[in-house]
């Protein structure tokens, strides 16, 4: 089961991903927790783009290719994996195709800016492990701690605001031309596509997810 999740920032790849990862036993590829962890440990990758991921920009495609091209070799992808973040623009979906890494399903979560933007302010994280809460839609079971670990969540650097508008509109320039790639890569035959509103609850997107992948 190799899979993309595409959509916004905040559109709820990250959620289903969690979904999909326990009840599917695909490891979850998330470009955007990779980064994070490199910038944590303050390694040369982390130095290299933590500004550029914290002003809301896009970290530069040979790095992200040679991130995801290491990745997928590793063991615990040979039966599948879930692409949460990429590809996010037609040049990686263009490498990650020149380096003969295959796709079943991508699985588009379509949903307003408006309510992006709304969504992004209550969100709250478990860096560590990626899990993602939010105060009001997808709340944690006790306040502010993780479900697993009861660590204290924290707020992304890159959610406030101004940051997200600045992320939509990247979104819409940069990575919304993948719709049309991978309809086309439908058409071929090539692989499945599938979009789901991504303005129902979490639960209700992932119930539609379990039908769809049985
Ligand atoms: P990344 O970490 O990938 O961020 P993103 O794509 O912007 O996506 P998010 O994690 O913000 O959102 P999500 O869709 O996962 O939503 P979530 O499930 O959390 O990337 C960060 C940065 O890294 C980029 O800006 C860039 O700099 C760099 N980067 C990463 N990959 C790159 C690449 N390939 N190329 C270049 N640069 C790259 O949900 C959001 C909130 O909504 C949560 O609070 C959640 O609880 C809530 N929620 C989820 N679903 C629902 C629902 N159905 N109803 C109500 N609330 C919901």
């Known amino acids: 089961m190799r899979i993309i999740l595409l959509g916004a920032p905040g559109a709820g790849k990250g959620t289903q991903a969690q979904f999909i990862m326990e009840n599917y036993g695909v490891p979850q590829i998330s470009t955007g927790d990779m980064l994070r962890a490199a910038i ?3 390694s040369e990758l982390g130095q290299k783009v933590k500004a550029v991921m914290d002003s809301g920009q896009l970290v530069s495609d040979e790095l992200i290719i040679e991130l995801v091209k ?3 070799k590793k063991e615990d992808c040979a039966k599948g994996f879930l692409l949460d973040g990429f590809p996010r623009t ?6 990650m195709k020149e380096n003969g890494i295959d796709v079943d399903f991508v699985l588009e979560f ?15 994280v478990h860096a560590p492990s990626g899990r993602v809460y939010h105060t ?3 709340p944690p ?5 993780d479900n697993e670990t009861g660590d204290e969540l924290t707020i992304r650097v ?14 819409h320039d940069q990575t919304a031309p993948l719709i049309a790639y991978y309809g086309k890569e439908a058409e071929a035959g090539n692989s499945k596509y ?7 609850t979490v639960d209700a997107v992932s119930k539609q997810l379990a039908e769809l992948l049985g």
């Open 90 to 95: 037609i040049p990686q979906a263009d490498a």
């Open 136 to 138: 009001v839609y997808n």
């Open 70 to 72: 290491d990745r997928v």
């Open 110 to 124: 379509d949903v307003p800016d408006e309510e992006i933007v709304k969504r992004m302010s209550g969100r709250r």
């Open 158 to 171: 890159d959610d406030v605001e101004e940051t997200v508008r600045k992320r939509l509109a990247i979104y």
């Open 141 to 145: 079971k006790v306040a502010g701690k």
């Open 40 to 42: 944590k440990e303050g």
């Open 194 to 200: 599938v979009t789901f509103d991504g303005t129902q």
